[in-house]
């Protein structure tokens, strides 16, 4: 090469580059972040996506940008949000929060990859064709939310072995709603107690709900695990404090706000894994390759200064089970 042609060729690069830098900054892949939730109450589950995102090689603002769109417990903006993330073209979506959000993606697009994070059963929902193998484009984490009904009323049993009525909060809006009240009901067949089924999908119904429980003088309480609930979680934690209602939720996350107790899979863990497959499909896995994961075992809290506020003496029993007691 001619020493003139070189320089020439340096010289039309010099040019060029401040052009070919942003385009290479637009090849960097990007996740479209769909939730129910809302993003000041989500954070410890972001960040544990952001975990599994890195276990999988791939981290934000370096070598993956994320875009985040949160619905704030308003399920019907969940179509408009994911109809977003597929004009932004995205590379995968990581519909998390429960149902709502997967079943809005899945409505979005048949040929983006999708990885869920839900409550209830996927192939009951029409979200994938099996668990081992999902077909399509969908897969992702269930944390079996909507099944743990039996044991939690077993739970407020060995806590409250007088109790002869139990109540469950839901949210009528809430796609599962209706299979967890079955499951808590039918429970409650077996152990012989009265279940009084209150809705509320506004902060004031479940002010209301409140109300209604005492004046019915129902001995515990069931939290529904619906996004909107989990997200009024503080609300409901004072509440049950304030009407001095012995509650089981079905996070830890509940407890850690000063709930009572909580049965139920690793939030974190899910997201986590969330993130693992949404990086692994940024690599090149298919989705309809990668088998639904289920929680390999289920976690008890237990706020034991809650219960002495509450004049509750736990039982040894109880204590001896729980993965954790906060004193």
């Not at 990885?115 to 999902?134: E, Q, Y």
Request: hydrophobic residues 45%; aromatic residues 8%; charged residues 15%.
């Amino acid at each position: 090469m001619r020493r003139r042609t070189f320089i020439e060729g340096i010289t039309v690069f010099a040019a060029i580059w401040p052009l070919a830098a942003p385009a290479q900054q637009s090849a960097m892949p990007v996740v479209g972040f769909l939730s129910a939730r809302w993003p000041d109450e989500a954070t410890a589950d972001v960040n544990a996506f952001r975990q599994g995102l890195g276990e999988s090689g791939y981290f934000e603002g370096k070598n993956v940008t994320v875009e985040y769109r949160w619905a704030e417990g308003q399920y019907a903006r969940l179509p408009a949000l994911a109809a977003e993330l597929v004009r932004r073209q995205v590379a995968v979506i990581a519909a998390t929060g429960g149902e709502p959000s997967a079943m809005a993606a899945k409505a979005a697009t048949a040929t983006i990859p999708i990885v869920f994070a839900i409550g209830a059963d996927p192939v009951r929902l029409g979200l994938v064709a099996s668990l081992n193998k999902p077909g399509g484009n969908v897969t992702g984490v269930t944390f079996i939310f909507s099944e743990l009904g039996t044991k939690q009323l077993e739970l407020l049993r060995k806590l409250l072995p007088n109790a002869t009525t139990i109540a469950i909060l839901v949210n009528p809006n809430y796609l599962d709603t209706p299979t967890e009240v079955s499951d808590v009901q039918a429970g409650a067949r077996s152990f012989g107690l009265q279940v009084n089924v209150l809705n509320a999908s506004t902060e004031k119904e479940i002010d209301a709900a409140f109300i209604s429980l005492v004046q019915r003088r129902v001995d515990a309480l069931i939290v529904g695990s619906d996004p909107f609930l989990f997200g009024q979680r503080d609300h409901l934690v004072q509440l049950a404090a304030r009407h001095a209602v012995p509650t089981i939720y079905f996070s830890r996350e509940f407890v850690d706000a000063g709930g009572l107790m909580s049965y139920g899979a690793d939030l974190a863990n899910g997201y986590r894994q969330v993130g693992v497959y949404t990086g692994q499909i940024l690599s090149g896995a298919k989705p309809a390759e990668l088998p639904v994961l289920q929680p390999t075992s289920f976690v008890f809290f237990l706020n034991l200064r809650t219960a002495k506020a509450l004049g509750i003496n736990v039982p040894a029993t109880l204590l001896a089970i729980a993965d954790e007691v906060i004193e």
